[in-house]
């Protein structure tokens, strides 16, 4: 099948920001990951998931948070999406090997603030563990260990989210 015939997966992300403006990125585990692209540099990313058909793209960003780290929507305040997705394509090899019936992944956005104490985090005892590890970081930074496939993305959400961790840090939310 020819690109001109495969479509866009449908996806969302979730920048979740702590009080202190820093935000969640979690590590994939080792096992699930393509060796070509996912050194141990490349390890950590924003949550993020597929959208079910149906399914909101915010709804479906509330659910996989929840089922890969535990965190709930009732443990967070949203504080902007987007309304217009981010697209990215995938290498060559990873498309035929597995993700055939797509060129890449169409993802809405959102940014939330944790309003709990992160101790909920759960990477293991949540309902779909996906990650190995998780870390707060600075948001200026979330483009250093994505990736470079996804790479482009994160730099625009480094401009679209950009302001909310000042906004986050002074209470202004």
């Known amino acids: ?36 692209y996912y050194s141990e540099a490349y390890m950590w990313q924003l949550p993020q998931g597929g959208v079910d058909p149906d399914e909101d793209p915010i709804e479906a960003g509330y659910r996989e948070l929840y089922e890969e780290t535990n965190i709930k929507k009732t443990d967070l305040k949203l504080v ?7 697209r990215y394509l995938y290498p060559e090899d990873i498309k035929r090997m597995h993700h055939r019936n797509h060129v890449g992944q ?27 590890d998780w870390k707060w970081i600075d948001f200026q930074r979330i483009d250093e260990s994505v990736v ?19 906004k986050i840090r002074t209470g202004d939310y």
């Open 80 to 86: 902007d999406r987007l309304t217009e997705p981010l």
């Open 1 to 36: 099948m020819n690109d001109e015939k495969l479509g866009f997966r449908l996806n969302c992300g979730v920048a979740v920001f702590n009080r202190e403006g820093k935000v969640l990125i979690c590590k994939r585990p080792e096992h699930t990951s393509d060796k070509n």
């Open 106 to 132: 169409e993802q809405y956005w959102m940014a939330a603030v944790l309003m709990v104490e992160d101790s909920i985090i759960d990477l293991v005892n949540c309902p779909d563990p996906s990650f190995e």
């Open 148 to 166: 470079p496939f996804k790479l482009e993305v994160y730099r625009q959400l480094k401009e679209v989210f950009g302001d909310w961790p000042e």
